[in-house]
């Protein structure tokens, strides 16, 4: 608590209101709460003096708190929790007693140390450089080209101020040159056609990593993009990337295969091999030779893939790896696949990510089917003794369809459980061309707290 000499040189202390004061009988620790109580009414209403009007009050539980400011507040003492309305004129005639200048708000100001009125000052700054950026944005989007495929609104405005964008936005170290750099990347955005996000990004910024996910700007262009619903709220980056016309890498990731390769390849022997995306977007796909039973597997992790080199010569291994979650790309190229008459089998880790996964191939490949991923399957792929165990996000789980008790025995036991942890069976599977049909009962899983959760 400060207890500021007659002479005080506070910059905070309102119009040197306290010189010749008598402010150590005023500001003792039992008399803190009122002054506390009365320097938040001061940032609430942006009046740092509090000469005029009323303050609503409420006494604290301790009697000599409540006494303390007996002389001040009036001449009956107040019961613990009363609230209670001041008359801050007649708080401000008694304390002339003590100071000839003195006002409420000046000796609440020494005691909690600090200027008030400022929480208040500084919403409006904050609202008025708010405005401003929104004036920017205006301008800055009505300078954009005619055939601009994205165009900044005001109801997008709205939209990025309900999201926490605006937020981010004003956290930049240059709120409105980050503005203008993202006009300037929807100025290049291609009307017709693609073009390269590194590219697109040092014509933007002079650094061809400036649009890298994670950046505020890439942040800022993807929700202008969400505002304006060319979006969704579940779309990935590539995904989303893709409806502006911008390409993420089309020469990296992609799909990992072995055994199933476009039209017109030619692949010697078992070799595993990465069709980037500016191949996969224009594939072509060969029929099977065999029919129904024709079976290409879908797997997640490139360990599969390579325990799968193993396999003899004479195996019909036809595998794909996603290398993680697949993306719209790469889910419409399965969907493709199924099209020229082969039978999808698709798996994943048992994770979230890896039965959104799931879920997407199902949702959107005609036939496709869920490869060893029931409630069985995961207890058989639970590491008996890990050494760190991880947690599932239990909450962002979502249903299995096509195995509802897969759901439920994850969420009780409460951790992950990945494909390493039946590569044996896999391997026997792809051996043979084709999935096993589900047909073993569910198994009593542990549960987080050791208890068999059947």
Not at 14 to 24: K, N, Q, V, Y
Not at 267 to 292: C, M, N, Q
Not at 310 to 319: I, K, N, Q, S
Not at 425 to 447: A, C, E, F, N, V
Request: charged letters at 20%.
């Amino acid at each position: 608590m400060s207890t500021a000499p007659a002479d005080c040189s506070q910059s905070w202390c309102p119009d040197g209101a306290c010189h010749g004061a008598r402010l150590h009988s005023l500001l003792t620790p039992e008399a803190r709460w009122l002054w506390e109580q009365l320097a938040a009414l001061a940032d609430r209403s942006g009046e740092p003096s509090l000469t005029a009007g009323t303050a609503m009050i409420t006494a604290p539980h301790s009697a000599g708190q409540r006494a303390a400011v007996l002389g001040l507040i009036g001449t009956r003492i107040l019961a613990p929790g009363q609230r209670s309305r001041i008359q801050l004129e007649k708080l401000t005639l008694r304390l002339r007693r003590h100071g000839a200048r003195l006002t409420p708000g000046a000796v609440a100001a020494h005691a909690v140390g600090r200027p008030l009125g400022s929480a208040l000052a500084e919403r409006a700054r904050e609202a008025a450089r708010v405005a401003g950026l929104r004036r920017l944005r205006a301008r800055l989007g009505e300078e954009l080209p005619d055939h601009a495929p994205l165009r900044p609104s005001d109801e997008g405005w709205e939209e990025l101020h309900r999201t926490g964008r605006v937020a981010k936005i004003l956290q930049h170290p240059s709120p409105e040159d980050l503005l203008r750099t993202a006009a300037e990347v929807l100025r290049l955005l291609p009307p017709d056609g693609h073009v390269d996000r590194r590219v697109l990004a040092f014509q933007a910024t002079g650094d061809p990593h400036g649009l890298d996910g994670g950046t505020p700007l890439a942040g800022l262009v993807l929700a202008e993009a969400a505002a304006a619903a060319l979006t969704g709220p579940n779309m990935s980056p590539r995904a989303a990337w893709g409806r502006l016309g911008v390409d993420l890498d089309m020469v990296g990731g992609g799909l990992l295969t072995l055994g199933v390769h476009p039209c017109g390849w030619s692949v010697p022997g078992r070799h595993a091999f990465v069709l980037p995306p500016s191949a996969l977007s224009e594939a072509t796909w060969p029929g099977p030779d065999r029919g129904e039973d024709s079976w290409v597997f879908v797997t997640e992790n490139p360990s599969v893939t390579t325990a799968a080199l193993a396999l003899p010569e004479d195996a019909p291994v036809r595998l794909l790896c996603t290398v993680g979650t697949p993306s719209a790309l790469e889910i419409g190229v399965l969907a493709r696949i199924a099209d020229s008459g082969w039978r999808i089998a698709v798996r994943a880790d048992f994770d979230h990510a890896g039965l959104q996964h799931v879920r997407a191939v199902l949702d959107a490949v005609p036939g496709a089917r869920p490869w060893r991923m029931n409630a069985a399957d995961y207890a058989d792929s639970l590491h008996p003794s890990p050494f760190e165990p991880s947690a599932l996000h239990c909450d962002q789980l979502g249903d299995t369809p096509w195995d509802p008790p897969l759901a439920d025995a994850m969420r009780a036991c409460g951790r992950p459980a990945y494909e390493e942890g039946l590569l044996g069976r896999l391997l026997s599977d792809l051996h043979q061309g084709y999935p096993p049909t589900d047909t073993r009962p569910t198994p009593g899983l542990q549960r987080r707290d050791g208890r068999r959760a059947d």
